[in-house]
């Protein structure tokens, strides 16, 4: 089986129906990040004993807390 083609910097990356669902509590999406970010985040994460989703929800989360308070 041959790898799947990665996507040209830049370049919109297409859904797919079976990669995401939803429910009232939560949201499944596949997310693409740059190597190098996705390899900080896990590490980062490990350190602190979360999972690289809950990580991304707690960044997420404070910086939209940000926003809100206009910084």
Known sequence: MRPAARP????SVPDVADEGWE??????????LPADLGERLAARAEQR??????????YAQA?????????
């Open 23 to 32: 429910s009232d509590d939560c949201v499944r999406r596949t997310v693409v």
């Open 8 to 11: 040209v910097k830049g370049e």
């Open 63 to 71: 910086g939209l807390l940000r926003d809100a308070a206009g910084g």
């Open 49 to 58: 004993g979360l999972s690289v989703s809950d990580l991304l929800a707690e």
